[in-house]
């Protein structure tokens, strides 16, 4: 399995106690050697600033109209990365990459 940034996946995403798991729509943000991190993806409107919406969904292989939720970031093993979606058009990539550019910074 080759996968990319960019990309739009479904991710088996394990709970913080480690007893379940979900299966997650994300968008692959960058590579760390086995790990990637993602960002998660869902169907409710933006709330926050650094929530994206995505205005070729469609496009992008997704079901329904999504957002990109850029503050809720996970780092995961590739192998739970279960299926490809598609992949972020050049417009909202343009849109996340801003977004990550203007809105997030470290607080200390």
Known sequence: MTI???EFWVANIPFTS???AKKRPVLLLW???ADVVVAAVTSASPRTKTDCSLQN???SGLRVPSTV???RLDCLEQALML???GT???????RVKTTWREKISLKF
């Open 83 to 85: 299926a490809k979606i």
């Open 31 to 33: 590579l760390d050697g």
């Open 18 to 20: 480690g007893q379940a």
């Open 57 to 59: 969904w469609q496009q």
């Open 69 to 71: 939720r850029l503050s």
């Open 88 to 94: 972020i058009t050049a417009d909202d990539a343009t």
């Open 4 to 6: 990319s940034p960019g």
